[in-house]
Structures are given as C-alpha cells and as structure tokens.
Nanobody
C-alpha cells in the first residue's frame, strides 16, 4: 500500500504564503502522478494542482499564477507553494498519489489525511 504524510498547513493572513509537503512511502513500484486537492466546508473536493512523473503540471484556474507544484522524485515528495493566499483558499488540502503497486496491476489513487489551510486576518 501507499502511506502519505502531509505537513505545512496553518493560518495565514490574506496575501500570505504557505508551503505544503507530502511524502509517499510503502510498497509501490511506480508513481504516475502526485497532486493536491482541497475541500472547503459544504463543497466537493476539487483539484488544486497535479504533477506527473514526466513533470507535466496542471492547475485549477483559481490558483494559476499563485500556486506552484513541484516534486522530488528521489524522495517521493510533492510540494505546493502557495502565494498571495486569499480567504477563498481556506480548505482542507489533501495529497493524492496515483501509483502502481506492481507492474501487473492497475494503478490506484491514494490519499493523505488532509491538512488545514486557513486564510484569515
């Protein structure tokens, strides 16, 4: 299985910055992609940003130009640098990893426990 450990959430004022990190461990043979999703109270979980094994990135329109996703493949770690944070960015942020547990199986999606980000003055 895949175990994800997230860190970096907190409370920041509008315009502030935070960096989230997520490290994957376990018995997987290949990570297809890593990413971040978020869920605000009363809303469905939504994509924030993803990065593939080939370094292709994808961002939600609402965070383009403010958030940057990156990864350290050797450490199986993904980062989300968030700048110019807005109150509407307040949510629980979840790390997602899409990985193969073996070369004969299909890939699976694995989730972290979530880390709270609150943007408030």
């Amino acid at each position: 299985q895949v175990h994800l450990v997230e860190s970096g959430g907190g409370v920041v004022p509008p315009g502030g910055s935070l960096q989230l990190s997520c490290t994957a461990s376990g018995s997987f043979v290949h990570i297809v992609a890593m990413g971040w999703y978020r869920q605000a109270p009363g809303n469905p979980r939504e994509l924030v940003a993803t990065v593939t094994a080939g370094q292709s990135t994808n961002y939600a329109d609402s965070v383009k130009g403010r958030f940057t996703i990156s990864k350290n493949s050797a450490m199986n770690t993904v980062y989300l640098k968030m700048s110019n944070l807005k109150p509407e960015d307040t949510a629980v942020y979840y790390c997602n990893v899409r990985a193969y547990l073996s070369y004969s199986s299909n890939f699976g999606d694995y989730w972290g426990q979530g880390t709270q980000v609150a943007v408030s003055s």
